[in-house]
């Protein structure tokens, strides 16, 4: 992404095994992450001196996501995410079961790594470890990387991508080579976005809190659909805590509290006379809204919501969860 292109020069020319990503959520760090881990495993030669060919043979399993010397670790919640994207049924079943998928990295996810530091590499080249987000391990795991990052097996790498790197163990971060991923000027998001066929590009960029691939992950079809479920909730009158739990649910506890800290990010925004940040094109909705609101408990709301997001991750009910956060916010806005 053409905002990558000086950590991008950065990261490729150092030699040390262990990389640390940083920067806000969905700015294209996956992407860079795997396209650097592609360029490390690429069997090209010299002609990837810079970047991956995306020809070879190891090129096309690190696309196609079944390199035998790629391991990517993420949070249960988000593996279950790219199946459903993929269209994959299997992972459906456990949908509408109350227990949410894990929104944290377990150390049981860590321990193949240890098995994959003893065995030499598939196909002759480097083995490469990424983990997304490295603040999302619990400390357990955060121990058990630890064991291998002190004393790195010859030939393997590690790519930690971060988003709060206060939350990554201190030992674990001087591990590491910390390499910060910018957040793009408008300037040079939108007509990106523009480029990957979004409509309204600087209104979805703005929704997106500024960061380009969530802006482009949020025009996905089923994505608008949640959000649009979504904006119901908050703008419907006869919404209660039980339907909106229901209706939303499709998009987790996660992604909703996100949106009602943003949401209520605006509504005090809007109530000081300023322009939403977020929700531009809801401007109308959050002036009628705030209007019958003082700002103390607007800002009370948007303090308690993101207090919340402290515990997000951890795998509750989700149903409960979501019909607590929107009691928080229906009791707030009039009492519904
Ligand atoms: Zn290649």
Known sequence: MPWHVQAWQRAVRSDVPSILLHGPAGIGERHFA?????????????????????????CKLVEAGNHP????????????ESEDGDGDDEG??????????????LIGQLRPLHELARITSHRGGARVVVIHPADAMNIAASNALLKLLEEPPVGMRFLLIAHRVQRVSATVLSRCMRVALPVPAPEQAVPWLQAQGVEDAATALALAGGAP???LDN????????????LRCVSDASTTALSAARDTKEAGAPQVLSWLVQWTHDLAR?????????HQAQAATLQSLSASMTLRTITRLHRTLVLRQRWIRHPLNTQLTLEALWLDYLQATGGR
Do not use: F, N
Not at 270 to 278: C, S
């Open 270 to 278: 809007v109530k000081a006379g300023a322009a939403p940040r977020y």
């Open 34 to 58: 795997l396209a650097l881990a592609a360029h490390w495993l690429c069997e090209a030669g010299a002609t990837a001196a810079v970047r991956p060919c995306l020809e070879c043979a190891s």
């Open 213 to 215: 691939q969530a802006a």
């Open 219 to 230: 025009a996905d079809p089923v994505r608008a659909a949640l959000s649009k479920a979504w």
């Open 69 to 80: 010397d790629l391991r990517v670790i993420e949070p249960a919640s988000m593996a279950a």
């Open 92 to 105: 459906g079943e456990d949908k509408g079961k109350g227990k949410a998928a894990s929104q944290v990295i």
